[in-house]
């Protein structure tokens, strides 16, 4: 990746299966932006970073002095930091309804993503959270229009957000109705074959579809 200044890389401290790591190195490669990455488990985060930030919060972004978690901070971060590509709208009104979607992705589509993908859940609820993650799916996909990508024929952070999710759901042994989808397949390619998400991937995440 390039840069466009000579400034010492940032630094990401992420994993090779999370979404919300996918989420950060996905802006990074739309932005084109140099970082040094350090793929790691949630136990070796070097104390310096322990210090500064909970050791459970995976992606860390490090920028000189500046500390941040949480990947939505981050990809906000990196948005205004580095404003081309702009991920976010440029108006109010566009930026709020980007917001409301990705609210809707965190609580539908996140946040059942982590209890099939955490440790020490129980069958039952797996299983339940894979049912309610297909349906959401798939009641969202019934509203979704011929636009290329989530809220319009621009790539944006919203896509950020769900294309980690969508990516994931062979792995997760989720199949969706051809029919019923058909708008939201169209949309997977498109975003599945830019370069720039390509260039996101980790290895562990390469081998989620094959």
């Not at 104390?47 to 920028?63: A, G, R």
């Not at 996140?110 to 039952?124: C, E, F, H, M, Q």
Request: charged share 30%.
């Amino acid at each position: 990746m390039s840069i466009s200044d000579n400034r010492i890389p940032m630094v990401l401290y992420s994993t090779g299966t999370d979404q919300y790591s996918h989420r950060v190195r996905l802006v990074l490669a739309e932005k084109r932006i140099l970082v040094k990455d350090h793929p790691l488990d949630k136990a070796t985060l070097d104390d310096e970073v322990i210090e500064d930030n909970p050791p459970d919060q995976i992606p860390t972004l490090i920028d000189r002095d500046l500390y941040l978690f949480h990947s939505m901070v981050i990809m906000e971060y990196l948005d205004e930091r580095y404003p081309h590509p702009p991920l976010l709208p440029v108006y109010p009104r566009a930026r709020a309804e980007s917001r409301l979607m990705i609210h809707r992705i965190e609580k539908e589509w996140a946040s059942r993503l982590d209890l099939l993908t955490g440790k020490g859940i129980r069958k039952t609820q797996r299983d339940r959270a894979r049912t309610e993650l297909r349906e959401s799916i798939i009641s969202f996909a019934h509203g979704l229009s011929d636009q290329r990508f989530l809220m319009s024929n621009d790539f944006t952070i919203v896509d950020c957000c769900a294309a980690p999710v969508l990516w994931r759901l062979d792995m997760l042994e989720i199949t969706l109705p051809t029919r019923q989808t058909r708008n939201l397949r169209r949309y997977m390619n498109t975003v599945f074959s830019r370069e720039a998400f390509r260039a996101s991937l980790s290895e562990e995440e390469e081998e989620m579809r094959m």
